[in-house]
């Protein structure tokens, strides 16, 4: 076979190919990322639309099923939710399971975009989201103060102003939540019988206060070989001044804002709260990027709150959930059952070989098999899960069964009397036929489990693939690296001879002869087949003394 024999008579060359090998496969390894399951991204996109004071019935008929009219006859849509209640649509699309995610997002903002101009001008402009399990956070914080001395709402503030935009700017974070505490709202709590007194409705107000908090631009003004831009800032600056603003003039006198309602700096309405050892804090929800190393972002931010606590030493910051634990706990239980498994595998070579050095020759392509495969894992795209993981574990046997024939049959031509290389030149291409037809075989039963369909489909794909890129691998480690070390490394074992003892055949090795003293004599003379005497048997007898 050319590749074995390639192998054999360019030793450098092939060394060379899977020490690139190698080197490829642990540099990618190091940049591929880390999580529990393989990336899997469902389907699913939802639109939902605020309707500021409608109620459940309005929120339906004006909203919600004009958005379902919208998006039902898209390509690849499977079913199609919605939800009305007070002030609030939301609509469920799935669509099928092979259509992409973010071909999925864009016809849906285009198709909502299209009938945004037809919804009523309350409401307020539609989100679209996109379900995807990579964005729930990976990381909850709590930040409470030591010394007491800063108000929830004061808390709150240090961390929106100076915690989150430290953490969002950190490499892999997609974004950050913040929960617990006061939150600072200005609000104008309106009176029903001064409004009633005055004939005003709450719409009137509201639209008095959205009409004076203006900043409107009023040209500009050239100034020789300069021009000035002109605003007119009319937003307000102080809680009084929202106070001040005229609803309207009835009998000619102007009818403000206090005189029918009363303005307060206040808070918003509690709806969560955050404890740290029975105390108030802030919770802080830390979200990644797809497709990034869950355990490296964990780590940034581990490092991001040291720095913080020695920036504001009056902070307590604890890491209340770390779900990049449980992920490294999991990946180091199945590293070690694949570390096991090579060990166990070669304990059984040895058993059957019965020789350390021609252990280490077979399972030396071992560690070369699973860098490899790692290289390819990041070309595809996968990254280091329980998925990839478990299938090299399983599959840790037969990554040496190629292996183990070719050596075989080497070594059956060595102890027939033959050197090293042309043992290894002959004993590769022998049974190159029949180690192709046992790897295409697992091929065949690992590869079309990459191409199930559903939900179990997305978990199988990288398994499946990831054990057929390691057969293909020790296929090739078979033909080339395993022939090349037996003849590099193993000396010339010494030749069998045979010979008779009446009605059996003993066979014995030279050392054998040596140590039992062989003494070998010419056969007696046989009669031949047309029972002439004299004819001689060229065979020898040997006489064991």
Request: hydrophobic share 45%.
């Amino acid at each position: 076979m050319w590749l074995s024999d390639l192998s054999i008579k360019r030793p450098v060359f092939i060394t060379m190919i899977f020490s690139a090998l190698m080197v490829i496969g642990l540099i990618a390894y190091s940049r591929m990322g880390v999580d529990l399951w393989p990336d899997v991204s469902f389907p699913f996109v939802a639109v939902q639309t605020a309707y500021p004071g409608a109620g459940p019935g309005e929120v339906e008929s004006q909203v919600s099923k004009p958005v379902e009219e919208a998006v039902g006859s898209l390509s690849g849509v499977k079913t199609v939710r919605s939800s009305s209640s007070e002030g609030l649509s939301l609509v469920m699309i799935e669509f099928q399971l092979e259509h992409p995610a973010q071909q999925a997002v864009a016809d849906v903002q285009e198709r909502v975009g299209a009938i945004r101009a037809g919804l009523p001008k309350d409401v307020l402009e539609p989100v679209v989201l996109r379900f995807d399990p990579n964005s729930l956070p990976i990381m909850t914080l709590a930040v409470a103060d030591r010394s007491g001395s800063l108000t929830p709402d004061r808390l709150r503030r240090l961390v929106s102003d100076k915690i989150k935009p430290r953490l969002e700017r950190l490499q892999g974070v997609a974004g950050t939540e913040i929960s617990g505490g006061l939150e600072r709202e200005i609000q104008v709590e309106l009176s029903a019988e001064r409004l009633k007194a005055q004939e005003l409705s709450p719409q009137m107000v509201v639209a008095a206060i959205a009409n004076q908090n203006l900043n409107i631009p009023a040209g500009h003004i050239d100034e020789g070989d300069r021009e000035l831009a002109i605003r007119t800032p009319g937003d307000f600056r102080r809680v009084e001044d929202i106070g001040q603003a005229v609803i309207a003039y009835p009998s000619g006198v102007p009818l403000r804002v206090r005189d029918v309602a009363e303005v307060k700096d206040g808070f918003k309405e509690v709806r969560t709260y955050a404890r740290l050892d029975g105390k108030g804090s802030i919770g802080v929800s830390v979200r990644k990027q797809s497709d990034t190393n869950t355990v490296d972002v964990a780590n940034q931010v581990h490092a991001e709150v040291a720095r913080l606590l020695k920036d504001y030493p009056n902070l307590d910051i604890i890491v209340a959930s770390d779900f990049s634990e449980f992920i490294e706990a999991s990946i180091a239980d199945t590293r070690l059952d694949l570390i096991i498994g090579a060990i166990l595998a070669a304990l059984v070579v040895f058993v059957f070989f019965r020789s350390v050095s021609n252990t280490l020759v077979t399972v030396a392509g071992l560690p070369v098999i699973l860098i490899g495969t790692f290289w390819l894992m990041s070309f595809l795209g996968f990254t280091v899960n329980m998925m990839t993981l478990l299938s090299l574990s399983l599959c840790i046997g037969l990554l040496i069964d190629d292996a183990i024939v070719v050596r075989e049959n080497i070594f059956r031509h060595m102890e027939e009397g033959e050197d090293p290389k042309r043992a290894s030149i002959r004993g590769t291409g022998e049974v190159a036929l029949v180690v192709v037809s046992m790897t295409l075989c697992v091929v065949a039963v690992f590869l079309p489990i990459a191409f199930t369909r559903g939900i179990v489909g997305r978990f199988l794909k990288e398994f499946g693939l990831t054990v057929t890129a390691a057969v293909l691998i020790s296929l090739f480690e078979a033909f080339t690296l395993a022939p090349m070390m037996t003849a590099r490394f193993l000396r010339k074992s010494a030749p069998r001879r045979q010979r008779s003892t009446g009605d059996e055949d003993v066979i014995l090795s030279e050392d054998e002869r040596k140590r039992v003293g062989v003494e070998e004599s010419l056969a007696p003379p046989r009669t031949s087949s047309f029972g002439q005497a004299g004819a001689k048997d060229p065979s020898t007898s040997l006489r064991v003394t």
